[in-house]
């Protein structure tokens, strides 16, 4: 059973930067895309932003030119640079790696809190 295994996640002041990493425990083939999701408390989960096998990404409006996804698919690695952090951005961050089968993997989720 591959697991996904996210770090990099705290409490930041407004303004500040956070790293957030992503490792799957196996090797996993046939990836479609890598990706972050968010859920803060009250509201659904979304998503941030989304890396494809070919290296095409797609952001959220509200992280744009703030947050940088990248991903290495031979190690089923993929990180979210985070900056310009704002309060809104407090919530529990999850990564994804969806298969071209369909389906995917979750992590677990980790906490960013941003606040002075």
């Known amino acids: 059973q591959v697991q996904l295994v996210e770090s990099g996640g705290g409490l930041v002041q407004p303004g500040g930067s956070l790293r957030l990493s992503c490792a799957a425990s196996?090797?996993?083939?046939?990836?479609?895309?890598m990706g972050w999701y968010r859920q803060a408390p009250g509201k659904q989960r979304e998503l941030v932003a989304a890396?494809?096998?070919?290296?095409?990404?797609n952001y959220a409006d509200s992280v744009k030119g703030r947050f940088t996804i990248s991903s290495d698919n031979a190690k089923s690695t993929v990180t979210l640079q985070m900056n310009s952090l704002k309060p809104e951005d407090t919530a529990v961050y999850y990564c994804?790696?969806?298969?071209?089968?369909?389906?995917?993997?979750w992590g677990q989720g980790t906490q960013v809190t941003v606040s002075s």
């Open positions: 994804y790696v969806g298969v071209v089968e369909g389906w995917g993997y």
């Open positions: 890396i494809t096998s070919g290296d095409s990404t």
């Open positions: 196996a090797s996993i083939f046939s990836i479609d895309f």
